[in-house]
């Protein structure tokens, strides 16, 4: 027993690096006489052996982002897989395991450190662009153009241009850090956010053109009621009418909307015998003596606001001795209707024409008020 000799992997503080193919040698020649379950130990002395082998090339990567003491450990499970994998037919251990080693460190940079998802294909591609960079920027003094790591990679510049962009993916900045200087916005708060009523704009555009088929009092009500935000009682004293009124055509506009919005073509407008279809502008124009009077009448929209405003300057022209406008049958006016009142009354006081709005009814009134043409107390 004490003549038999066996050849033992060298302890690790008795050799230096140098040694490691023989150190892989003698680990091959000891585990071939040696049960599986002896083979163990043989295993662990290489292992420990070329642990400071590993810690070079771990150290080679350091600086990039990743801990040390990572990079270490993956370089460790690099060795042991280069030592189950050792065969000493197929050459030198120690360039075996520096290429496992480094592959393994490389694949944990590829896999592991990524801030966002990069398919595996862009992030070869983008290893191979840093080392071009690194050496064309060597070779030409400058930094090379997209066409010139392309030429010398041997792909196409999209793809080149996509490595580029890719690249921003390993650490991407956190929605958390500062914009800069003394503000306290961060980068999150520059994102857009989804337009939750983009949903809703075709029903808007919708709504809009069914709501100038409205009568001009029911545009008006709903227009108090839901952007005015006035109560009902408010909107019956606006108009001279009762609160209940208010309700009905409130519902009947409402209904009238909700079965337009549904169907191909909207329905005809529907509001009892006296009010199916808003009145039309009556516009007519009177000599009294030296006087003027032009009676409107109805709902003077876009379409009666052009003929009133030519009523009101033809009468203005004539140089009366007064300009009467006489609204007792007027219902309502639009935007135009008030700008063809304006219009007249701007040029009579050019012309220095007495001009006099009279009878007009409570809603209409204010309606003038607001606009700055007080009509005259009758």
Do not use: C
Not at 93 to 112: L, N, S, W
Not at 173 to 197: I, K, T
């Amino acid at each position: 027993m004490f003549g038999q000799t066996t050849t033992s992997t060298p302890p690790p503080t008795e050799r230096g690096l140098e040694d490691l193919d023989a150190a892989a040698l003698a680990y091959a020649a000891r585990i071939a006489g040696l049960p599986p379950e002896r083979r163990q130990e043989a295993r662990d002395d290489l292992v420990r052996f070329a642990l400071p082998f590993a810690g070079r090339l771990a150290r080679r990567y350091r600086g990039r982002g990743e801990p040390l003491e990572d990079l270490e450990q993956v370089a460790r499970l690099g060795l042991v897989n280069a030592v189950d994998r050792y065969d000493p037919e197929r050459g030198s251990f120690t360039a075996y395991a520096a290429i496992t080693i480094v592959g393994e460190i490389k694949r944990h940079f590829r896999d592991r450190t990524w801030g966002v998802h990069v398919p595996r294909r862009l992030r070869d591609l983008i290893l191979e662009v840093g080392q071009a960079t690194a050496a064309l920027t060597s070779e030409l003094s400058r930094a090379p153009s997209v066409a010139e790591l392309a030429e010398r990679l041997e792909t196409p510049e999209e793809e080149i241009l996509a490595a580029l962009e890719s690249a921003a993916g390993y650490s991407p900045a956190s929605l958390n850090a500062p914009v800069g200087g003394e503000s306290s916005a961060e980068f999150g708060d520059l994102v857009g956010e989804s337009d939750n009523a983009l949903e809703s704009v075709d029903d808007r555009v919708t709504v809009s053109g069914l709501l100038h088929r409205l009568p001009w009092r029911e545009r008006r009500i709903l227009a108090m009621r839901f952007y005015g935000n006035q109560t009902q009682a408010e909107i019956a004293a606006r108009f001279g009418i009762s609160q209940m009124h208010v309700s009905r055509l409130l519902s009947r506009a409402l209904t009238w909307l909700r079965q337009a919005m549904l169907a191909d073509a909207p329905p005809p407008w529907q509001n009892g015998a006296a009010e199916s279809e808003p009145a039309k502008a009556r516009i007519s124009v009177r000599h009294n003596g030296d006087r003027v009077v032009v009676e409107v009448g109805g709902e003077v929209d876009r379409d009666g606001a052009n003929q009133l405003r030519r009523a009101m300057l033809e009468a203005v022209t004539g140089q009366p001795s007064e300009v009467v406008v006489d609204l007792v049958g007027a219902g309502g006016f639009d935007a135009g209707g008030i700008a063809a009142l304006m219009a007249g009354r701007d040029a009579a006081a050019r012309t220095g024409v007495p001009l006099r709005l009279t009878r007009v009814q409570p809603a209409v009134r204010r309606s003038l008020t607001a606009a700055g043409l007080a009509p005259a107390r009758d």
